[in-house]
C-alpha cells in the first residue's frame, strides 16, 4: 500500500517563476493538506482540499493556489516566486471526513529559489 | 491563535535511557494532539495521538501524556535507541482542519 506521493523531489527555480507541485494522496484518502517547512521550523498550513474544494486556507498570500483532483490528487501552485518561498513544501493526506485528524506526510519536494 | 511551543530545541540522552519530549500549547479548545518525527530529508512520520478525553496513551517504547489544566503534552521514549535520533514535532488541532505545529526538539542519542 503506497504512502503519500510527492513530485518532484527537488526543484531549483528563479525569483518571478511560477511553480506546480504534485501529490497523491494515500488509499483511500479522500483529503490533502499542503505544508510550508522552512529550514530549522515546524510545518506550517497552507490549505486544505476536500471534494476538490478548498475547504480552509492558512496565512499565505494568494500567489499560492492549488487545485484537486477527482481521483483525490492534488496540485499546489507558486506564483511569482521569492526568495521566501524557499522551503520544503509538505502534502498530508487524511481518512474521509477526518480532516485534520490522522494526517500522514509525503517525503516533501524541495523548493530552492534564487 | 492557537500557538504551540517546546521547551528545549535540543535534547541529548544516553542509549538505553529513557526519553521525554515537552509540549506547550495555548488554545484550550484544542482537542487533538499529535507527535511526529522527523528524520534528515524526510517528511513528518506519525508516531502517536492523543485525543483530548484521554490523559494517557501508550503505543510501542512510547507514551504520550496530556494535562489539560496546565496546557502541556509530552512524549516518553522508553530505553532509546540510536535510531530514534531525529526531530520531534507536537501538533494540535482545535477541530478545524490544520494542525498547528510546534518548532521541533532535536532528539540527539549518545551511544
Known amino acids: 500500500d503506497a504512502g503519500v506521493t510527492q513530485s518532484p523531489t527537488h526543484l531549483i527555480k528563479t525569483r518571478g517563476q511560477q511553480v506546480t507541485l504534485r501529490c497523491s494522496p494515500k488509499?483511500?484518502?479522500?483529503?490533502v493538506s499542503w505544508y510550508q517547512q522552512a529550514l530549522g521550523q515546524g510545518p506550517q498550513f497552507i490549505f486544505q482540499?476536500?471534494?476538490?474544494?478548498?475547504?480552509q486556507r492558512g496565512n499565505f498570500p494568494d500567489r499560492f493556489s492549488g487545485h484537486q483532483f477527482p481521483n483525490y490528487s492534488s496540485e499546489l501552485n507558486v506564483n511569482a516566486l521569492l526568495l521566501g518561498d524557499s522551503a520544503l513544501y509538505l502534502c498530508?493526506?487524511?481518512?474521509?471526513?477526518?480532516?485534520?485528524?490522522?494526517?500522514?506526510f509525503g517525503p516533501g519536494t524541495r523548493l530552492t529559489v534564487l | 491563535g492557537e500557538s504551540v511551543g517546546l521547551h528545549l530545541p535540543t535534547l541529548s540522552v544516553q542509549e538505553g535511557d529513557n526519553s521525554i519530549i515537552n509540549c506547550a500549547y495555548s488554545?484550550?479548545?484544542?482537542?487533538?494532539f499529535i507527535w511526529y518525527k522527523q528524520e534528515s530529508g524526510k517528511g513528518p512520520q506519525f508516531i502517536i495521538d492523543?485525543?483530548?478525553?484521554?490523559d494517557k496513551r501508550q503505543g510501542q517504547r512510547v507514551t504520550v501524556l496530556l494535562n489539560k489544566t496546565v496546557k502541556h503534552l509530552s512524549l516518553q521514549i522508553a530505553a532509546t535507541q540510536p535510531g530514534d535520533s531525529a526531530v520531534y514535532f507536537c501538533?494540535?488541532?482545535?477541530?478545524?482542519?490544520?494542525?498547528?505545529f510546534g518548532s521541533g526538539t532535536r532528539l540527539l542519542v549518545r551511544p
Open positions: 498530508a493526506s487524511s481518512f474521509p471526513g477526518q480532516g485534520a485528524y490522522e494526517q500522514f
Open positions: 488509499s483511500g484518502h479522500d483529503t
Open positions: 482540499y476536500y471534494e476538490e474544494e478548498e475547504r
Open positions: 488554545n484550550s479548545a484544542s482537542d487533538y
Open positions: 492523543i485525543r483530548s478525553n484521554m
Open positions: 501538533a494540535v488541532t482545535d477541530s478545524s482542519y490544520k494542525l498547528i
